[in-house]
């Protein structure tokens, strides 16, 4: 029986790899010299830290053309507030990964919805969805594309 996945995944290196080139381009920028302006990247988190506000402005707009530039989507951002204090300010950007129970349970709905001969099942952060023609899998997969459900997902482990 034919089936595919639909995941949420983040190529880690990818992510790792804009994070390096958007402290580069934050160290040689002439008007973050000598601020100590940085972003640091702890398992699928990114802090910036900067002197002013607006400044973390900046630096949010560089990681996301940084990582839109390593492929990496940018749906799966979770901005937080910045956080002032003194001359320090800081703000957390967590990457989304996995699709979440409440996600997949409107991923699924969805599914079953369409009337298509297939079924969709919930497996920790992922689904499996099987049927009986390709061509069913396929009508899924794009109707799945079609809603916009704000996280970037993949659909892979296609087997026939």
Do not use: W, Y
Request: proline residues 2%.
């Amino acid at each position: 029986m034919p089936s595919f996945d639909i995941v949420s995944e983040l190529d880690a290196h990818e992510v790792m790899n804009a994070v390096d080139q958007a402290n580069r381009e934050v160290g040689t920028r002439f008007d973050f010299k000598g601020t100590g302006a940085t972003f640091e990247l702890q398992d699928f988190a990114v802090t910036l830290r900067a002197q002013a506000k607006f400044q973390l402005g900046q630096m949010l707009e560089i990681l996301k053309l940084k990582l839109s530039k390593r492929g990496v989507d940018l749906a799966c951002l979770d901005v937080k507030d910045p956080v002032v204090s003194g001359q320090a300010a800081s703000q957390l950007i967590t990457l989304r990964q996995g699709i979440d129970t409440e996600t997949a349970k409107k991923i699924q709905r969805l599914i079953k919805d369409s009337h298509l001969k297939v079924q969709a099942a919930i497996q920790a952060d992922q689904l499996r969805v099987s049927g009986k023609k390709r061509d069913e899998l396929q009508a899924v997969i794009t109707q799945v594309r079609a809603a916009k459900l704000g996280l970037p997902l993949q659909f892979n482990n296609f087997r026939d």
